[in-house]
């Protein structure tokens, strides 16, 4: 079966500080990738997409950048992190069809 | 701009009782999704519902889709304390949604013991 990994769960950065979340993927081959950001009592909001190993979309100018080095694995960054950039982090892939999506459990960043 | 908005945004019953939450949307799609998130964890798919469907059901849950009025409900009968959490209607950026999906900002459904 397929499952997602995603961390560090909790993440309390400085601003001006670097961000690495990573998230990887069981059970599955060339997955399409995503990263979402939710911001407090807010839906999701998609950030980035990948269809393949160095294929990256973004669907919204940030301070955020994403890569995928491996088959299965997703990485979000910042070279340097704003106040904005708080929220809930959640990484997911596409399943087979019927197509609905997996997500990870989340990464709860705050940046003071 | 957001393409799914549920409605209530909060609601608040008995348990036992039903529940039933709306979505809109906007453009064409060829699926709709319903998802489920408890309080600080990751999304749960629930139910995909495709255009040429108008009811599906899965459990206590029935999704239903009117293409025409560019809508969807969710119902959850009997419900249950663990059946509260936020309820969000998704549908994809383009196509089969390779490229993501657009969420409503969700429906917040507290059970009542």
């Known amino acids: 079966s397929q499952t997602i990994h995603q961390w560090p769960a909790t993440l309390v950065q400085p601003v001006g500080s670097p961000l690495s979340l990573e998230c990887t993927v069981e059970?599955?081959?060339?997955?399409?990738l995503y990263w979402y950001r939710q911001a407090a009592g807010r839906g999701l909001q998609l950030l980035f997409y990948?269809?393949?190993?160095?294929?990256i979309s973004s669907e919204v100018p940030q301070n955020l950048s994403a890569s995928r080095p491996q088959d299965r694995q997703f990485i979000l960054s910042s070279k340097k992190l704003l106040l904005s950039d708080s929220g809930f982090y959640l990484c997911?892939?596409?399943?087979?069809?019927?197509?609905?999506?997996?997500f990870g459990s989340g990464t709860r960043l705050t940046v003071v | 701009s957001q393409q799914g908005e549920e409605d209530p945004q909060a609601l608040s019953i008995q348990e036992g009782e039903n529940a039933t939450m709306n979505c809109s949307y906007k453009?064409?799609?060829?699926?709709l999704q319903w998802y489920r998130q408890n309080s600080g964890r990751g999304l749960v798919h629930l139910i995909l519902?495709?255009?040429?469907?108008r009811e599906k059901h899965s459990g206590r849950l029935r999704v239903t889709l009117d293409t025409s009025k560019k809508s969807s409900s969710l119902l959850i009968t009997a419900s249950r304390a663990a059946d509260t959490a936020s309820y969000f209607c998704?549908?994809?950026?383009?196509?089969?949604?390779?490229?993501?999906?657009?969420f409503g900002k969700g429906t917040h459904l507290i059970i009542q013991p």
């Open positions: 990948s269809v393949g190993i160095g294929q």
């Open positions: 519902i495709r255009s040429n469907e």
């Open positions: 059970g599955t081959s060339n997955p399409n």
């Open positions: 453009t064409s799609i060829n699926n």
């Open positions: 998704a549908t994809p950026h383009s196509g089969g949604g390779a490229d993501g999906l657009t």
């Open positions: 997911a892939h596409r399943d087979k069809p019927p197509y609905g999506y997996t």
